[in-house]
C-alpha cells in the first residue's frame, strides 16, 4: 500500500486502511492531514470508525480518535472492529428477528434518526432505532431494541414480561434498562482516557435475561449464544 492513510466508506460508518509500514507517530500525522483536509464532508451527526490494514492496539485507536476529534469538529461515535463475521452475524440476527415477526404477523419497525431528550418511543413490535437514544430518553418495546448508535437513556425491551427479548446497541451505556420484569444493575464506569470517557463505552454490547439476571456482554458473544 503506497499511500499512508485511506478513508473508505461502510454502512456502518467509515473504514480507515492503513499503511502497515509507516512508524505509529507519522501514520498519526497522515491521518490528521486527511481528515483536515476532507473534515467539511463529514455531518455533525458523528459516525463509527473501522480500521483495516494495519494491526493496532487499543491504546492506539484511541489516540486516533482523540487526537482527530481533539484537532477537527469530527465526532466519532464509536469504534467498531473490521469483521466480516460480525456484519454477517448482525445481519442475519436482524433478518431472523424480521421472519420471526412476520410469522406472528406482527412487523419489525424502523426508528430512523435520533431521539431527544425527554422523548419516549413506545412500540409493541421490535424496534431497530438507527441513531441515538440520548440521556432522558427513552424506549418501551413489547420485543427486542437494537440501537445502531449510542444507547444512553432508557431502554425496556419485552415490556409485558416477556424475559426472552434482548436489548442490543452499538454504544451500550443506558442509565436504566430492563427485560420483561427484569431489572440491569448500573454499568461499571469505562476506564480510559479521553475518547472513552467522552463515549462512555465505544464497544457493541448486548443485554439477555435469564433466571432472572440480566447479563450484558460484547455483541458478538451474546450473538453466539441466541443465534
Known sequence: MNQA???KSNKNGITLVLNEDLDFPVLLEEILKKFKASEK???DTGFAVMFEGRRLSDAEKYEIVDSVMAQTSIQILCILESDELRDDMIRRKI???EQRS???QVNG???HGNLKTGEQLETDKSIIIIGDV???ACVLSKSDIIVLGNLSGCAHAG???AEDAFIAALGFAPEEYSIGDVYGKPLPKERGGFFSKRNKTPTARIATAEGGFITVKPLMEGLYNII
Do not use: D, L, M, T
Open 95 to 97: 433478518e431472523e428477528q
Open 102 to 104: 412476520h410469522e406472528k
Open 5 to 7: 492513510v485511506i478513508i
Open 134 to 136: 440520548p440521556k432522558g
Open 109 to 111: 419497525s424502523f426508528y
Open 41 to 43: 464532508f463529514f455531518s
Open 159 to 161: 415490556a409485558g414480561g
